[in-house]
C-alpha cells in the first residue's frame, strides 16, 4: 500500500511562484511512476505533468510546459512539481498521483494512489 502526502500550495499573485511536494510512503515507492492533476471548479481533473520511476523522463501539458517542472527525489520518497509564472487559469486543486509502473501515462484512470489536493490560488 502506498499513501501521498502533499505539501505546499496557496494563494499567489500572477506571475508568482509556488512549490508543491507530494511524498509517498511503502517499499515500492521508488518504482512507481507519478503524477500531478488539477481540478478547477465545475471542470473535470486535467493532466499537468507526470515523472518517470527514476526522474529521467518527465512530461508536461501544453499549458504549463516551460513554466513548470516536475523532479523527484527517490532518497526522500519525493516529487515536487515547482509552478514560476504563475496565471489566474492555473486556479485549481491540485493532487499527486502515483502508478504501480515504471512508466507515465496522462490517463487520470490509470493511477492507483492520490494524494489528499492541495488548493492553489492565483489572483489577478
Known amino acids: 500500500q502506498v499513501q501521498l502526502v502533499q505539501s505546499g500550495g496557496g494563494s499567489v499573485q500572477a506571475g508568482g511562484s509556488l512549490t508543491l511536494s507530494c511524498a509517498g510512503s511503502?517499499?515500492?515507492?521508488?518504482?512507481?511512476?507519478m503524477g500531478w492533476f488539477r481540478q478547477a471548479p465545475g471542470k473535470e481533473r486535467e493532466f499537468v505533468a507526470a515523472?518517470?520511476?527514476?526522474?529521467?523522463?518527465?512530461y508536461y501539458a501544453d499549458s504549463v510546459k516551460g513554466r513548470f517542472t516536475l523532479s523527484r527525489d527517490i532518497a526522500k520518497n519525493t516529487i515536487y512539481l515547482q509552478m514560476n509564472s504563475l496565471k489566474p487559469e492555473d486556479t485549481a486543486v491540485y493532487y499527486c498521483a502515483g502508478r504501480d509502473n515504471l512508466v507515465f501515462t496522462i490517463d487520470r484512470n490509470d493511477y492507483d494512489y492520490w494524494g489528499q489536493g492541495t488548493q492553489v490560488t492565483v489572483s489577478s
Open positions: 511503502g517499499r515500492t515507492f521508488s518504482r512507481y511512476a
Open positions: 515523472i518517470n520511476w527514476s526522474g529521467s523522463r518527465t
